[in-house]
């Protein structure tokens, strides 16, 4: 293969892996694709895929039935190897810390196939030193070999990161289109990363150091975290002042320099719920917009959650029954099955925790529900949930619901802003 890469390994076939390793594969790369999980695997040599993603199992029957994708549990030689594994946060004394031992555990797997020569990739969004923290396991696993902190540009294995920035449900599209920073612990290293990825790359790859390359991920995703805080906490105000924040928000727009963003329950999603904290985390004394914007966001929940319990309490009064209560979606984004860090499951458990038996879910990217619910729960569709439920909380804003009229005869939690709200109902302010 062009630029001696003759095989490439990605480590990790989710969300991000997988696509990554199609989209090589369709450039007619040989890719080895490593998992701990033995059924992804398995599926995935069938040429099926284990996530939802627009596009992709076609594009994965095709690789694999030409013979340019192949999955194992086994480590095995290669000339690069991706990293695109987990990398959440973990509670601590003094907040949240970085978790990176499942960056350890991928790390400590690839060593003993590594030979003179190899191209070591972290694509796992990571605080700031995560790349220097690989190598050094590295050359502890590899003492046989040189790596760029101790032999610098002359090292044995060239290290670099490369964080993803892809929107799941465009995530073919954009690994080709999207641009790419390089970063690597040395000059060199960021050089063969770039020529690897413009294999398949068509953006500009721009090459950096590996300190700044982490940043920059972080940077990107903290940035947008702290605009969607703004929005969340109007909402908060304008609930209290009685003001319809999307309209005040379309109103606003309407200047040419204000872009406000829509407001919901919270944030979710593998990078932006999780991101921030690894700044907060690495300085605590100076980011102090940022951890505030966490807070707004994590914090946005419990505030629907106070909504939903309203909205049952005066049904209850009102009636004297119990209310049965539906939630519609439990992905982080819309039109997609990506449950990570989702604020709409959270709330959707803690609701099926708090009214067992009386809550239905509406999710039509999934086939069964998560354990999490504990049979607290059942999933139905949707003109089940509007004739069963007198309370309903539009948590995603899936394009099914968006075609749906407003329900007519219910307490409509909106927090999309998607649903006009019944003439006949006292309004629950929207966030």
């Not at 969340?232 to 009685?242: A, F, V, Y």
Request: some cysteine; glycine content about 6%; proline content about 7%.
């Amino acid at each position: 293969m062009s630029a001696g890469f003759d095989r490439i390994c990605m480590v990790g076939l989710g969300y991000i892996g997988l696509p990554t390793a199609v989209v090589f594969a369709l450039r007619g790369v040989n890719v080895i694709g490593l998992d701990i999980n033995e059924r992804a695997v398995a599926t995935i040599n069938r040429g099926e895929t284990h996530i939802v993603e627009p596009g992709l199992e076609d594009a994965l029957r095709r690789t694999v039935q030409a013979g340019h994708l192949r999955a194992t549990t086994t480590p095995e030689p290669a000339d690069a190897f991706l990293i695109a594994v987990p990398t959440p946060f973990c509670e601590s004394g003094e907040g949240r810390d970085p978790d990176l031992s499942y960056v350890e555990a991928a790390t400590r797997a690839i060593a003993p196939v590594l030979k003179r020569g190899d191209l070591v990739i972290l694509e796992s969004t990571s605080p700031v030193g995560a790349t220097e923290q690989m190598a050094a396991w590295l050359a502890e696993a590899r003492p046989d070999l040189t790596f760029p902190q101790t032999a610098g540009e002359a090292s044995d294995i060239r290290i670099a990161h490369c964080p993803e920035r892809i929107l799941p449900g465009h995530a073919l599209t954009e690994l080709v289109t999207n641009d790419r920073i390089i970063g690597g612990m040395t000059e060199a290293c960021a050089t063969r990363a770039r020529k690897l990825y413009k294999l398949a790359v068509e953006g500009d790859c721009i090459e950096t150091d590996c300190r700044t390359a982490e940043m920059a991920k972080l940077t990107e995703n903290s940035f947008r975290d702290v605009n969607i805080a703004f929005a969340n906490e109007l909402s908060l105000i304008c609930d209290k002042l009685d003001i319809n924040v999307w309209e005040l928000i379309r109103l606003a727009n309407r200047h040419p320099r204000v872009n406000i963003l829509q407001p919901g329950p919270g944030v979710g999603g593998h990078c932006i719920a999780v991101d921030p904290w690894f700044i907060v985390s690495q300085a605590p004394a100076e980011a102090r917009i940022i951890r505030a914007a966490r807070e707004i966001n994590d914090g946005k929940p419990e505030w629907v959650l106070a909504k939903v319990h309203q909205a049952v309490a005066e049904h209850a009064a009102e009636t004297g029954e119990a209310a049965r209560i539906a939630c519609f979606g439990l992905a982080f984004k819309p039109n997609i099955d990506d449950l990570r860090e989702s604020p709409s499951l959270g709330i959707a458990t803690r609701l099926a925790e708090a009214y067992p038996g009386r809550v239905d879910i509406v999710e039509p990217f999934i086939d069964e529900l998560p354990g999490a619910f504990d049979n607290r729960a059942k999933l139905v569709r949707p003109t089940e949930a509007v004739c069963a439920c007198k309370v309903i909380v539009l948590l995603v804003d899936h394009d099914d619901f968006k075609a749906m009229p407003a329900p007519a005869d219910a307490r409509v939690i909106d927090t999309r802003g998607i649903w006009p709200r019944p003439e006949s109902l006292t309004p629950i302010a929207a966030q």
